[in-house]
């Protein structure tokens, strides 16, 4: 049978030059960076090394990256720190942040509320995204941090970040960026944007899972989440992971390698597959993901289909796509099998039997027209099976 992988929001495959980059730092270079003996230096200069690598990718210096196990910690660690930090002086410092972000952030800010700390969370536009003027009138003496994402990781919107971070400057507040499904598809250089925390996770643009990181621009005073060591500058204690360090390093390298040609071609599979959807679909559908309306990531298209006599059963769709041969998912790969419809959906008005029929298509480097035109395909044919 035919597979067609359509989840790289969810995660993309190893790629070989990666894995081979990494194999020295898993087999005959074994030593721990924290050692001073020499098989502990060379590791120090390999992870310094790696981390000079994806400080210049982002625009960043080396000391201004922090090593995390992927975006869902580096997220908690953006939020818990600095508001940990922020709050020093014996007062609640606060957050604004967006009911479309990511579990990663919400549920940290659901936590920094129940701890005393004054939480906004703002309702998304008709498209999804936050604008500027929302974020200046949620902003109070008591906010320390803004946190919203680079682009929506179910329904792929952007957010007008640089035009948030001048709010941010202008209100002397700190601006976290969850960046991790942009990094290696759109330009990310931190000093264009204006942030001055940004989450990444290697997983996401052909590296290893289980590594990310998040740049701390220096000025900012950020508290550790996880204690027990110094590494990471007293930022984020643990044993550094080098081979995960150098994964990271060399896939961010490739991704941005040729970023803006690749982003061009899957931006054109993303158009193909929204053109098809129309012929595809034998029953009404909407369409999440607002292209040529708002700016969106080049990789998501997000459909959800409304109930007519009975609603979809949105996992049983996703399970038959499965069964002949396409993979795709129902949104964020970390939430799957709750029993809840897409928060992101939800927030954006959807009715909970909409959103809880919804389908995310993320394509990536190895997606091809043909794969396009198979997963249309199929997916007609499931939909007129189960609606018919």
């Known amino acids: ?86 709050s020093d002086d014996g007062a609640p410092a606060g957050l604004v942040t967006s009911a479309a972000e990511h579990e990663a952030v919400l549920r940290p800010a659901e936590r920094l509320r129940e ?56 209100n002397d507040v700190l601006l976290h960026c969850d960046a991790v499904q942009t990094v290696g598809l759109l330009p990310v250089d931190v ?45 984020r204690g643990g044993t550094e992971n080098v081979p995960g360090v150098v994964g990271l390093a060399a896939a961010l390298e490739r991704a941005m390698d040729g970023a803006e040609e690749r982003a061009e071609r899957l931006s054109q599979l993303q158009r193909h597959l929204v053109d098809g959807l129309a012929d595809a679909v034998p029953c009404d559908y909407v369409l999440n993901t607002p292209i040529g309306e708002a700016p969106v990531a080049p990789h998501v298209v997000n459909v959800a289909f409304p109930p007519t006599e009975e609603p979809l059963d949105g996992e049983m769709l996703i399970l038959n796509l499965d069964m002949e041969g396409v993979l795709v998912s129902a ?30 298509f993320s394509m990536g480097a190895d997606t091809t027209e043909d794969d396009v035109e198979y997963a249309l395909d199929v997916l007609h044919t499931t939909l007129d099976r189960m609606t018919g």
Do not use: W
């Not at 700390?117 to 703002?122: A, D, K, R, Y």
């Not at 643009?205 to 740049?215: D, E």
């Open 1 to 86: 049978m035919e597979r067609v992988y359509l989840d790289h929001a969810a995660t993309t495959p190893l790629a070989p030059a990666v894995l081979e980059a990494m194999k020295p730092h898993l087999t005959e270079h074994y030593g721990n960076a924290s050692s001073v003996h020499q098989y502990g230096r060379q590791a120090r200069v390999t992870l310094e090394d790696a981390r000079e690598r994806v400080a210049d990718c982002l625009g960043a210096e080396s000391s201004e990256i922090v090593f995390t196990s992927g975006g869902t910690e580096a997220d908690n660690l953006a939020l818990k720190g600095v508001i940990a930090a922020a």
């Open 191 to 235: 000093d264009d944007l204006g942030v001055d925390l940004l989450s990444l996770s290697a997983h996401k643009f052909y590296g290893p899972k289980g590594i990310g990181a998040l740049f701390v621009r220096g000025r900012v005073d950020l508290g550790p989440l996880v204690e027990g060591g110094s590494q990471e500058r007293e930022r």
């Open 115 to 170: 701890q005393g700390h004054p939480v906004s969370i703002l309702s998304p536009g008709a498209h999804g995204a936050i604008s500027p003027q929302q974020v200046d009138a949620a902003i109070d003496e008591h906010t320390a941090l803004v946190s919203l994402m680079h682009a929506n990781n179910e329904i792929g919107v952007c957010t007008d970040i640089p035009a948030i971070a001048e709010v941010c400057r202008a």
């Open 331 to 360: 949104g964020s790969a970390c939430t799957s099998g709750a029993l809840e419809p897409s928060h992101v959906l939800t927030a954006l008005g959807l009715e909970r039997e909409t959103a809880s029929a919804a389908v995310r």
